[in-house]
């Protein structure tokens, strides 16, 4: 019998045999199941077992870490076992949503929308990152920035700058084309709705402030209605509820019209009366919304920087928890975009967190004695100081509780400290170590300083706690 056999057959047992299994998939390390009753999962059992390096339950899923190159040869092996044919990580993800409540429900939306254009958004913030050391004053030099002194690199800078901001300029296009898909329609009228609200011939929304002060906003007369003739650059909402209509508009006039003219009817007609609606309506809505949404953080973060900054950076582990940190990211989209703000304070927070809950988990590998466990502790430590908790989160540092505490306290105490010095970021990175280079270059020294605090402090404190200590969790 292979090692991948017995594995699945020991994996299977622990969580509650074949009829405890609702659905099964998996990811590039993870086993993700949806099962009839977590309660059941003998989690002792199961982190016995030597291929497994943790477990944890999230949104409805049950993941079991296994490893890349290892998590495949076991789930086929899991499949051969239970007599299942192999599933797709949506339907056990569509599976896990019916298990939620409607607050869940809506924060998966969020989720299946921004989760999938993360990668642009990311790549484009590691090359604006990539720009800031180019063009910051003070990096390198005492006096001015790099291509300062080195004027020959001027204009690569100014490819790269090109490059990484299309990303941003063209967000409604990439937020269109998620959306649409996410309900079911075509995803390329998707980024045309997209593309629609921010066309050139149209006043763009970073203008919108001057152009109301002077009275000069532009406007189309329809039989006497005045629309204005405004743009949605960086703005979120308004694409976003704008692709619901339009998706689920679609979707009805298929099943209406007849196949013979959908080319010419169903297309046309759902992209006409969407665009119609958002010029008149949606769009005026959810840019004030959206907008209100902003300067709501932005005079929260203003007005008691202090306050703010540590309430975040506490409550952003837990956020995860729950998944309702994915709402957050439109906001930090809304920021990076905006002209008032001048970049987004919530993200170097968030980056912060991340390297915290990697910290603890990292001070693990000294308090526990199972060797899964403290190999567990190192690969998930790493991941977290890159930018990806769940395995830290989930995998070492909830399963014994106060490596979690101390995590989110030492990134309250570190947002406390960036936000009093007004720390931002130009972008939406990697949030983790390398996110320093989405800072606002005049930043980086103290959020250098917020990185020490966030590397050093759950560390010792983690350690510290498990030696003297020495609680509960750590003997079970």
């Known amino acids: 019998m292979s090692k991948y056999r017995q594995a699945a057959e020991q994996i299977l047992v622990a969580i509650g045999g074949v009829e405890n299994i609702s659905s099964a998939t998996h990811c590039v390390t993870r086993l993700r199941l949806v099962l009839h009753d977590e309660n059941v999962v003998d989690t002792k059992a199961l982190e016995a077992v030597p291929e497994v390096k ?225 010029f008149a309506f949606i769009g005026p809505a959810t840019f004030a919304i959206g907008n209100g949404i902003a300067d709501g953080f932005i005079w929260l973060f203003d007005t008691i920087p202090w306050v703010a900054g540590f309430l975040y950076g506490i409550i952003y582990g837990p956020l995860v928890i729950t998944g309702m940190h994915h709402t957050f990211l439109a906001i930090d989209l809304q920021l990076t975009a905006g002209t008032t703000s001048g970049g987004t304070f919530l993200w170097p927070i968030l980056a912060l967190s991340n390297i915290a809950q990697g910290s603890a988990a990292f001070a693990m590998y000294f308090l526990v004695r199972n060797a899964n466990l403290k190999g567990l502790s190192t690969t998930a430590g790493l991941s977290a100081w890159l930018g990806i908790t769940e395995p830290a989160l989930f995998g070492v540092n909830l399963r014994f509780r106060f490596p979690f505490f101390m995590a989110i306290v030492s990134a309250g105490f570190a947002g406390m400290f960036i936000t009093m010095f007004g720390v931002l970021a130009n972008s939406v990175g990697v949030g983790g170590v390398p996110g320093i280079v989405s800072i606002r270059p005049g930043d980086w020294f103290p959020f250098f300083i917020g990185m020490l605090i966030v590397i050093i402090v759950p560390f010792l404190l983690t350690v510290l706690y498990g030696k003297v200590l020495k609680p509960k969790s750590l003997q079970e």
């Open 54 to 278: 943790g477990a944890f339950a999230t949104s409805g899923q049950f993941q079991v870490i296994l490893g890349n190159g290892i998590v495949e040869k076991v789930y086929q092996e899991l499949m051969a076992l239970t007599g299942r044919s192999e599933q797709s990580k949506e339907e056990v993800k569509e599976e896990a949503a019916k298990k939620g409540n409607p607050l869940q429900r809506a924060i998966k939306v969020l989720a299946d929308v921004f989760i999938p254009i993360l990668p642009a958004i990311v790549t484009a913030g590691l090359l604006m990152g990539l720009n800031n050391v180019l063009t910051g004053g003070g990096i390198f030099f005492a006096e001015g920035s790099i291509i300062d002194h080195y004027p020959q690199w001027a204009d690569f800078a100014d490819i790269i700058h090109v490059i990484a901001n299309t990303a941003f300029t063209f967000l409604p296009a990439l937020i269109g084309w998620s959306a649409v898909k996410r309900f079911g329609g075509n995803p390329l009228l998707g980024i045309v709705i997209g593309l629609i609200l921010v066309h050139p011939a149209l006043l763009n929304a970073w203008d919108y402030g001057k152009a109301q002060a002077a009275g000069e906003i532009p406007t189309w007369n329809l039989f006497g209605f005045e629309i204005n003739k405004l743009g949605y650059q960086g703005q979120v909402l308004p694409v976003f509820v704008a692709s619901i209509i339009l998706a689920k508009l679609e979707v009805f006039l298929k099943k209406r019209i007849p196949d013979a003219i959908h080319l010419l009817t169903v297309a046309p007609v759902a992209l006409l009366v969407t665009s119609f609606l958002t």
